[in-house]
């Protein structure tokens, strides 16, 4: 149920959808958050505007490699 309930609150409203390149993806993990809201540190993305694990207001590829795949099924 996790993921039809993250699928069903992606696909609710408008999206926006960045890429944001570099040599690691820990500095914007770090500006996200924890997808646990309640456990993000404070002033990230989904501290602020996070409501619950499955509605956390944003997503981040865990690694180079999800973020290929990912960004590669945008297009």
């Given at each position: 149920?996790f993921?039809?309930?993250?699928?069903?609150?992606?696909?609710?409203?408008?999206?926006v959808?960045?890429?944001v390149e570099?040599?690691?993806?820990?500095?914007?993990?770090?500006?996200?958050?924890?997808?646990?809201p309640?456990?993000a540190?404070?002033?990230?993305?989904r501290s602020l505007?996070g409501?619950?694990i499955?509605?956390?207001?944003?997503?981040?590829?865990?690694?180079?490699?999800?973020?290929?795949?990912e960004?590669?099924?945008l297009l």
């Open positions: 149920s993921f039809k309930d993250l699928l069903d609150f992606m696909t609710s409203g408008d999206s959808v960045i890429v570099g040599d690691s993806n820990q500095p914007v993990r770090k500006l996200v958050g924890a997808t646990d309640a456990k540190d404070e002033n990230t993305i505007f409501t619950s499955t509605k956390n207001a944003v997503h981040a590829s865990d690694s180079i490699l999800n973020s290929e795949k960004i590669k099924n």
